[in-house]
T-cell receptor
Framework: DAGVTQSPTHLIKTRGQQVTLRCSPK?????VSWYQQALGQGPQFIFQ???????QRGNFPDRFSGHQFPNYSSELNVNALLLGDSALYLC??????????????FGDGTRLSIL | RKEVEQDPGPFNVPEGATVAFNCTYS??????FFWYRQDCRKEPKLLMS???SGNEDGRFTAQLNRASQYISLLIRDSKLSDSATYLC???????????FGTGTKLQVIP
């Protein structure tokens, strides 16, 4: 039973570039959430996708966008990269509904460095 | 005020000690609560859910106080392997808006 998988594991970009990060949810999960975690901080919620639509969004600019595909996998896109975008990007999946909010399961993350 | 607040620590405790972490949340409509553990440079991993009646899993006990809007995690008989950052997580709303605390770092010392 595969857990949440993310790719790539590491990425180096320069300011102004664009990046796409990918996530496959745990088998049986239909909801994908993305987080940004800076060093020494807790994960910050970026947005959540369910049924191929963005359902919730945190306090992140429009440079951060996403997509969910029919197979529940998801992408996070960041345009016009800034130095401050350097962080660990975590994807988490869960099952919506079923009598309550379900805990999220995290992938290993993509470590993005902006030079 | 932050939505979810934790004492960042670090908490340095000897092996075998009992240690407790608290986490406060500001949204009284919050519905679900969890504790996650995160090792250095690794992803967060679910430690346990927090139920209104309180719940225990081995050496770990979690409690929720809705009136005072805080959750707690108690670790008994601390092991070296318990050294990690403990993150409190609060879920709100039908689409599970997720808010993490900044984490509390625990270091268990031999």
């Amino acid at each position: 039973d595969a857990g949440v998988t993310q790719s790539p594991t590491h990425l180096i970009k320069t300011r102004g570039q664009q990046v796409t990060l990918r996530c496959s949810p745990k088998s049986g999960h239909d909801t994908v959430s993305w987080y940004q975690q800076a060093l020494g901080q807790g994960p910050q919620f970026i947005f959540q996708y369910y049924e191929e639509e963005e359902r919730q969004r945190g306090n992140f600019p429009d440079r951060f966008s996403g997509h969910q595909f029919p197979n529940y996998s998801s992408e996070l896109n960041v345009n016009a990269l800034l130095l401050g975008d350097s962080a660990l990007y975590l994807c988490a999946s869960s099952v919506r509904g079923k009598g309550g909010n379900q805990p999220q399961h995290f992938g290993d993350g993509t470590r993005l460095s902006i030079l | 005020r932050k939505e979810v607040e934790q004492d960042p620590g670090p908490f340095n405790v000897p092996e075998g000690a009992t240690v407790a972490f608290n986490c406060t949340y500001s949204n009284s409509a919050s519905q679900s609560f969890f504790w996650y553990r995160q090792d250095c440079r690794k992803e967060p991993k679910l430690l346990m859910s927090v139920y209104s009646s309180g719940n225990e899993d081995g050496r770990f006990t979690a409690q929720l106080n809705r009136a005072s809007q805080y959750i707690s995690l108690l670790i008994r008989d601390s092991k070296l392997s318990d050294s990690a950052t403990y993150l409190c997580v609060v879920l709100s709303g039908g689409y599970q808006k997720v808010t993490f605390g900044t984490g509390t770092k625990l270091q268990v010392i031999p």
